[in-house]
């Protein structure tokens, strides 16, 4: 188990489109739960300070609030830069609300690695972990309208750790949430539906450095 993280805000993304999976994704239920309920208790673990960000039009039926990311668009980036503005730490991990096999550990693996920010890969920048140090790029380019977290990575001091890839597996659609679905019911006597968190944990030895860099691709 990886040791607690001192002065961690958990940000949870649930204001996204939902369009793939044709209903808001926060609400829909896996193992008995919503996966909006799976992120938050997750983040309850992991950080001492929680916040969902989304968007108070979308009137989810969440048992927290949710802040307004504030922002006329829909995409990660937004959520990001309301998370950071509104923590009372300086460091966050974010989580989007459609990755529920996403551990503790993990999320406080890249916590321990940031720099301006560290995530699983420069194509992948979420879930991660970001700095206030990264707001002044993230702020720019959200008002610019370019609205690619990976893109802004390119210009921030970012840390690559490996995450197992099993726990990134995301749900955009009906049938792969059922697909995580069914492996919980088969495994476990009688159609149990709890899981375990006993996957295999980032450590410090597998993480790269990725300087800023202005060359795209």
């Known amino acids: 188990m990886a040791p607690p993280v001192a002065g961690l805000t958990g940000v949870l993304l649930v204001g996204g489109a939902s369009a793939r999976f044709g209903r808001p994704k926060p609400v829909a239920q896996l193992w008995g739960r919503t996966l909006a309920e799976i992120g938050w208790d997750l983040l309850g673990e992991?950080?001492?300070?929680?916040?969902?960000?989304?968007?108070?039009?979308?009137?989810?039926?969440?048992?927290?609030?949710?802040?307004?990311?504030?922002?006329?668009?829909?995409?990660?980036?937004?959520?990001?830069?309301?998370?950071?503005?509104?923590?009372k730490h300086d460091l966050c991990v974010v989580l989007p609300v459609?990755?529920?096999?996403?551990?503790?550990?993990?999320?406080?693996?890249?916590?321990?690695?940031?720099?301006d920010a560290a995530v699983p890969?420069?194509?992948?920048?979420?879930?991660?972990?970001?700095?206030?140090s990264a707001l002044p790029v993230l702020e720019r380019r959200l008002a610019a309208r370019e609205l690619a977290l990976r893109d802004a990575l390119r210009e921030l001091d970012v840390r690559e750790l490996r995450v197992d890839p099993a726990l990134l597996v995301n749900v955009n659609t009906p049938a792969e949430l059922e697909a995580l679905q069914r492996p919980a019911i088969d495994a476990r006597p009688g159609g149990e539906t709890n899981r375990s968190r006993s996957a295999p944990v980032p450590t410090s030895e597998t993480s790269t450095s990725s300087s800023p860099s202005t060359n795209s691709t």
């Open 121 to 132: 890969s420069l194509d992948a920048p979420l879930p991660g972990a970001y700095r206030r």
């Open 46 to 87: 992991a950080c001492d300070e929680r916040i969902a960000v989304g968007k108070e039009k979308d009137r989810l039926d969440l048992p927290f609030p949710v802040l307004d990311d504030g922002s006329k668009v829909r995409a990660p980036l937004a959520g990001v830069v309301a998370g950071l503005r509104a923590a």
């Open 98 to 115: 459609d990755c529920p096999l996403v551990t503790a550990d993990a999320l406080r693996a890249l916590a321990r690695d940031c720099a």
